[in-house]
């Protein structure tokens, strides 16, 4: 592929934070994910921060109109040019056409979707025991991928804290809201024959593994 436009698909707590920073950092495109983007606006106590957390902190989806301008801001820094890993991003059919319209003005098109498939009470297992570094982003699991040192990351030594949205009655809404909402994309996805499933059952270097077998060398 000569660019790669991609976008990782998959219920909560797939494994899609986990693998991005796998793929960006060997095919070299920038990592947009919405979830994080999101959150650094509730932090920063923006207007529009304090409009999502209400949506965020209930497991409902942030409105299309929100999430769309996001992205298509994000589409204009120049780092995107080569291409870019979408991750948590479309999520609704309006948000998956709103991004084919806007690559279609830069004559361009994803050229991949990367769909991540785990079972529902693997799903719970791992968003329950999930950790993340507030620094960072990295996502790490009480029991399935421990820090090194208890509550603190590996990868830039930021503190891990738990997520908001990560107890299991909002993780029930979460998945009930992908399953309604978002799994129609791999449908939309299929018709333009773009779709690589991966069993994200396996371990995470086995699930990149059919992740590069699906996307091809870096730099082809
Ligand atoms: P997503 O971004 O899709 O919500 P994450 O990458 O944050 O998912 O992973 C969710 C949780 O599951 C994290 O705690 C992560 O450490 C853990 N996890 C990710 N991949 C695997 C895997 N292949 N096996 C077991 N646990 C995993
Ligand atoms: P996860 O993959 O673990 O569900 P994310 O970090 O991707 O979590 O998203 C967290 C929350 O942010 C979602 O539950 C939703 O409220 C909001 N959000 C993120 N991306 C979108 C999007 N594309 N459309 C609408 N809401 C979004
Ligand atoms: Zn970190």
Redesign the pocket.
Known sequence: MSQFNLVLL?????G??TQASRIVAEYAIPHI???????GAVKNGTAMGLE?KK??????????S??IGI?KDRLQEPDTAKGFLM??????IP?AEALDAALDELDRAINKVVVILVDEEDLVKR?SG?RVCRTCQAPFHVMFNQPKVEGVCDKCGGELYQ?D??NET?VRN?LA??RKQTEPLIDYYDKAGVVARVDGAKAPDDVYEDIRMALGPAGA
């Open positions: 998959g219920p909560p707590g797939a899609k934070g994910s919405t979830g994080d983007i999101l959150r999502a949506y965020m902190d209930a497991g409902d989806l942030v409105p299309d929100v999430v992205v991750d948590g991003f479309p999520r609704t948000q968003l999930r997520r949205d990560d909002t979460r809201t992908y």
